[in-house]
């Protein structure tokens, strides 16, 4: 079998625990923090929802597609919007962030079903490659038109992911750390064992005048009294067998 030293298995320990650590860490991250990040997204998107469908109520009855393009253009500026639509009452599109070129996925979406703004559709951008949850908010509880603002998913990933690199970089320090902390201390650990192993092959080799002194105020010290104690009787019989063959004789 193969001789692997003390301290690498200590440092051995060291590494697998702190990568199943950061592994559960992980885990656990992406649960909460993207839960957390998605309530918190799309609770923006219903407050700025809301705050357009206050605002546009009246533009909307006067057909003002310049005032209306004015006010979701400088709604987009918001952190992780990424489209902003204006429909009446038939879902026709008065304006939009697209500038004409609204995504097919958006205007086939039918709203006639129940809008729960707490849970909206997940849609994709075929061509931006972005997910959008697809907020939709009621003006006049429908009967002016919707508004409908597209938050970023890719926004929460991108978080998580930022969180998770700052996970991995601060467990891979902290195990370089606990690395070189556990080699020195190791050493002071193995020192005495090394030495205590020595004394034992020398008393097995039969050199038993050399007393067996190690102080470490652990375990390795009762080792090492241990191994005095058997010495010391390693002494006592061969002293007590010299005198037995000098009776003899």
């Known amino acids: 079998m193969k001789f692997i030293s003390l301290r690498w298995k200590i440092s051995g320990i060291l590494i697998f625990s702190n990568i199943f650590l950061g592994i559960l ?35 909307i009855l ?37 500038n004409g070129n609204v995504p097919s996925v958006l205007k086939n979406r039918s709203l006639s079903a129940d809008i729960d703004s707490n849970n909206p559709a997940l849609v994709t951008l075929p061509d931006l490659n972005i997910d959008c949850y697809d907020i939709v908010v009621p003006v006049e509880e429908g009967s002016l038109g919707y508004i409908r603002i597209g938050m970023i998913r890719n926004y929460i990933v991108d978080k998580v992911r930022e969180t998770h690199n700052y996970i991995i970089l601060t467990i891979a320090i902290i195990t370089l750390l606990g690395i070189i902390v556990v080699y020195f201390l190791a050493n002071k650990i193995i020192r005495p064992i090394i030495n205590l192993a020595k ?25 090492a009294e241990a191994v005095e104690r058997l010495r010391e009787s390693l002494n006592i019989a061969l002293a007590r067998l010299d005198k037995n063959k000098k009776t003899r004789l």
């Open 25 to 59: 860490i992980i885990l656990i991250v992406n649960s909460t923090v993207t839960d957390s990040l998605t309530t918190e997204v799309i609770e923006r998107g219903n407050s700025i929802a809301d705050g357009l469908a206050r605002y546009t109520a009246e533009l």
């Open 62 to 98: 006067e057909e003002d597609v310049v005032g209306l393009k004015e006010i979701i253009t400088n709604s987009l500026s918001f952190e992780s919007v990424q489209y902003i639509l204006i429909q009446d009452a038939d879902l026709n599109i008065l304006t939009d962030t697209f």
């Open 199 to 223: 004394q034992a092959n020398d008393i097995s080799r039969g050199d038993l005048e050399r007393t067996v002194a190690i102080k470490t105020n652990d375990e390795i010290n009762y080792m």
